[in-house]
């Protein structure tokens, strides 16, 4: 993978220069995380198309505060598109993610011609617990994330690389990006998005449950869902073939890639 720099913004792309004749898979990380959690994508998908993660701002590599809001992200990872001239971008965010690619095919229309939302929804309202524990004892929240974050059925050795970055993000930035989660609500815009979008839900998530992406499909008019067996939140890392398999399909669905 190539680590380069944008600005204040870090990202990790598949190959490097992009080429122009292929569409652009922008990968958005969760909530506290960093593009880590997308390293079996960057990797395996860059046989069909380009692949960025990034990192957010205040988050992994990338340097600059974190931020409260889903739409301060919007315009960081818009700027980022723009700054960086990706070719044909597919935003696919996971979570706060999610959230973020949500509000930039709402704000952007036509810049996007399709889009992957990953275990998020319309809709992210965080059990007061989880600020509660940020707050107040954060090294027990990092602890408890294989525990709400992942499938009981997953291997807790394939987080081992998402758990280490974890560590290394600010409790304060953890705590906005949940908060930005909570405050969180477009379900009465969905019916407004045009965007085909592929909604990836996974059976064992107990932070977003599949009910979450069945919402969306019914109020998203060009959409498609597919559920991760064995999967829980992180389901990237815990189920990548299932994942990277349900992202080609999608892209030939879409005729990104023969």
């Known amino acids: 993978m190539n680590e380069r720099t944008s600005g204040n913004i870090a990202y990790v792309a598949g190959s490097w220069p992009l080429d122009p004749r292929k569409p652009t898979l922008v990968f958005i990380h969760g ?6 959690l997308w390293e079996n994508q960057v990797d395996e998908l860059k046989a069909y198309v380009n692949t960025i993660a990034m990192d957010l701002p205040g988050h992994g590599r990338s340097s ?26 597919v935003p696919c965010g996971l979570s706060i993610g999610g959230a973020i690619v949500l509000q930039l095919i709402l704000e952007h229309k036509t810049r996007y011609t399709s889009a ?5 929804g319309a809709r992210l309202r965080v059990m007061p617990l989880i600020l509660e524990t940020i707050k107040k004892d954060y090294k027990k929240f990092l602890r408890t994330i294989p525990v709400f974050a992942a499938s009981e059925k997953t291997d807790p050795r394939k987080l081992d690389s998402l758990m280490a970055d974890s560590a290394k993000c600010k409790p304060e930035t953890a705590y906005g990006d949940f908060k930005a989660c909570d405050l969180f609500d477009v379900t009465d815009k969905l019916s407004a998005i ?3 979008v592929l909604i990836l839900t996974a ?9 979450f992406g069945v919402y969306m499909k019914e109020h998203i ?14 389901s990237p890392l815990e189920q990548p073939e299932a994942f990277n398999r349900a992202v080609t399909d999608f892209l030939k669905q879409e005729k990104l890639i023969l």
């Open 64 to 89: 600059g505060p974190g931020m409260d809001s889903v739409a301060d992200y919007c315009e960081a990872v818009a700027d980022f598109i723009e700054t960086v001239d990706v070719p044909g971008p």
């Open 31 to 36: 909530s506290g995380g960093s593009s880590v």
């Open 221 to 234: 008019r060009k959409a498609s869902m597919v559920n991760i067996k064995d999967a829980g939140h992180l």
């Open 194 to 196: 045009i965007t085909p």
């Open 116 to 120: 992957i939302l990953v275990n998020t």
């Open 203 to 211: 059976e064992d998530d107990k932070l977003t449950p599949p009910k």
